[in-house]
């Protein structure tokens, strides 16, 4: 039975256990985050104690669950960097976007669909096993943003889909991935990448439990001509991975703040979070970075966990007073 296994390697009481999946919903802190295209995202952020179970129900179960090598997002050896790649040489770029991912996924299909793949690989989940996860990684019987289960859970439900997806695009020489909510089709000539959100319906149409729908407003359509957008990393005309110059003049800003202690602690995670992001990218971005501030200070943002705390930089006089745009 699942509950005593959880018991037993967590050390937590069964009827602890029962208890908080009885009433997890109420276990949750909300808080809001901007979206960068504008508007709050909220946020729906797990107690310790639950969010242990979700990690633990994670780690057991979910994660011996197949995702499609299409999915980029949320697992080991791919990522925002690996999702632009595969789109790097290519023309012509279509992007569609899942409204409300997450939310979509019901609790009662989640249950549904964890019993039939966990037994393919093994696993046998009783029904009161199956509730039981569901009460866990559902909040009001829906999956939420800020659960650690809930991106796992949805790259293995969505393993069907990306692969009809995946064979019907490469069969035509058409380049798909998915990061998250997001998909991406890409084309290396004209005119191969109509009516595909028909073709996109009817894919997911044909997977029982699957509630997903796209948010037709936010379709793009993207071409070499001008700078693609692809999960946030831009494709250049001459197929070259970038951050963008607009996220370029904000890492500047937010360095020289840093640098003349003008910076806030709560944007100081911020800004390490962009300058990895720059590294892994654009790296000639992080030269430049470098040659400005020199290599020990740009690492001592990357590195130093304590960072906010206190700068450990020159004094204001030896650096340069202008915002370095």
Request: hydrophobic content about 35%; some cysteine.
């Amino acid at each position: 039975m699942l509950i005593k296994q959880i018991a037993r390697s967590t050390q937590l009481n069964e009827e602890d256990l029962r208890r908080l999946a009885a009433n997890a919903s109420s276990h949750y802190k909300l808080y809001d985050i901007p979206k960068r295209s504008g508007g709050m995202r909220r946020i729906a952020h797990p107690s310790r104690e639950l969010k242990a179970i979700q990690r633990w129900i994670d780690k057991v179960i979910v994660q011996r669950l197949p995702v499609h090598d299409a999915a980029t997002a949320y697992r080991k050896g791919a990522g925002i960097r690996e999702n632009a790649e595969r789109h790097r040489k290519t023309l012509y770029t279509n992007r569609y976007d899942f409204a409300n991912f997450f939310p979509s996924f019901k609790r009662e299909q989640v249950q549904s669909f964890l019993q039939s793949a966990a037994a393919k690989v093994g696993l046998i989940l009783s029904d009161e096993d199956a509730d039981f996860i569901g009460c866990i990684v559902c909040r009001y019987d829906r999956l939420t943003i800020g659960a650690p289960s809930s991106p796992s859970i949805t790259n293995a439900m969505m393993f069907p889909f990306d692969q009809l997806l995946f064979d019907y695009c490469a069969k035509r020489n058409l380049v798909y991935t998915r990061y998250a909510d997001d998909i991406f089709i890409s084309s290396y000539a004209p005119d191969q990448l109509l009516n595909l959100e028909a073709r996109i319906a009817e894919t997911k149409r044909q997977i029982p439990h699957l509630s997903i729908r796209l948010n037709r407003q936010k379709t793009v359509h993207l071409s070499k001509k001008y700078h693609r957008s692809v999960a946030g990393v831009t494709i250049t005309p001459d197929h070259r991975l970038s951050i963008g110059r607009s996220r370029k003049r904000e890492i500047k800003a937010l360095v020289h703040r840093w640098s003349v202690g003008k910076l806030e602690k709560f944007e100081v995670d911020y800004m390490r979070g962009l300058v990895a992001f720059a590294r892994d990218i654009e790296p000639s971005f992080e030269d430049a970075l470098n040659r400005k501030y020199g290599k020990q200070r740009i690492e001592e943002i990357l590195r130093n966990p304590t960072l906010s705390d206190s700068p450990n930089w020159p004094e204001v006089g030896d650096v340069d007073d202008e915002i370095p745009f």
